[in-house]
């Protein structure tokens, strides 16, 4: 299968190269932004309020989407990690402002903190060509607060961050996933076609009850899982946020692996070109984390796993176009920026990083997420914009 198209855009910014990231990303008809606070080239904050740091982001992200060839009205998705519970809302409706008329799929969740106490958001983004004149909308209130419920685009169906709430675990589950059901069959597609699922979850400790809810709900199809802990919402009543991914024809045309710790979920997706993965905790094979208290080391380890499944689907760490770094609240990162094995330092991929309550393990630091597509390492065009 020939590349995709590939442009990796630079900032200019010490940290990118530090810890072999890209501002700004396209492969094919994908454009991606890493995520992005509101921080000018000296360190200093940009805005003192969500809605100011909004602004600064999507300035930021304006320049260096625009140097990857990208349409900033074509952002179908968009990933909001707010530092303050109680601001959640406020940043929803302040991002909804800002993307009047353009409307993507939104997912709003809380998180512990990012670089610096100031910065109260971080912003990841997505767009494709020709979603002004192609992309469909569909709008569900009754499920999503934010933005559109669900986009369709090419074969893609985007599904944005559900927000449950239930008596039990059972039912918030089933409420969530029941309306992922719903939103892919109103897109045109088949819940086999479901390839990824995200549950960001308040209470991390009934994690193994919501895949079990979620298996008995999705039946017999087996999604990739990202399943982290986070801090409650300003809506008690809330117990998950829940995202979803879909590509349709998937049901005829998907390899799943097996997921180590779920066997009610896939460990990988992959799908003609495009790798869905779940997200890489420091586990052995016995499902034992590995390397209590070294970050350093544990995250090595997620990214030699990441590897070894890549390397299985005839992929590498060089086709990963995203890689995420979740670290759990507090745990002390015993390496800087610059130092260790150069994982993504030939493609540089974009990158998120933020602190969250738990995993699932809570001798567990960090857990690692990425996407991969097959190719996508090849080629590549490096840009460079002055933001």
Known sequence: MPAQPRI??????????????????????????????????????????????IDAIL??????????DGVFENVVRARLYVTDSTIVDEAGRAFERAFSGINPVVTLVPICQLA?????????????????????????????????????????????????????????TAYALNAVKELIQRAGGVVEDLVAVKFFVVDISQSAE??????????????????????????????????????LGADNNRRDTPHGQFPEFSESVEVDDQIYLSNFAPLDHDGLVVHRGDWAAQIDHC?????????????????????????????????????????????????????????LDSASLISVEAH????????????????
């Open 8 to 53: 990796n855009v630079s900032s200019g910014r010490p940290l990118e190269g530090l810890a072999h990231y890209s501002r700004a990303l396209r492969v094919g008809e994908i454009v991606l932004q890493s995520g992005t606070t509101a921080i000018d080239r000296d360190g200093n904050v940009l805005g003192k309020d969500v809605s100011a740091q």
């Open 210 to 247: 919501i895949v079990m809810h979620a298996a008995r709900v999705l039946e017999t199809v087996k999604p990739t899982l990202t399943i982290i802990g986070i801090p409650p919402l300003a809506d008690a009543n809330i117990g998950l946020v829940v995202e979803a991914e879909a590509l």
């Open 59 to 68: 300035n930021l992200a304006r320049g260096s989407m625009g140097a990857a």
């Open 116 to 172: 610096r106490p100031a910065q109260l958001i971080e912003i990841e983004l997505e767009a494709i060509d020709g979603a002004t004149d192609t992309a469909q909308h569909i709008e569900a209130p009754a499920f999503v607060t934010h933005g559109s419920a669900a986009i369709t685009i090419d074969d893609k169906i985007l599904i944005g961050g559900i927000a449950a709430s239930g008596e039990t675990v059972a039912a918030s």
């Open 372 to 387: 991969a597509v097959k190719g996508a390492g090849n080629n590549i065009d490096w840009r460079t914009v002055d933001l």
């Open 303 to 359: 990214i030699e796993n990441l590897e070894s499944v890549l390397t299985k689907l005839g992929a590498s760490l060089d086709d990963v176009i995203v890689r995420r770094f979740f670290t759990r609240e507090n745990a002390d990162m015993n390496r800087v920026y610059g130092e260790g094995p150069g994982w993504f330092s030939a493609t540089r991929p974009t990158a998120l990083g933020c602190r969250i309550i738990s995993h």
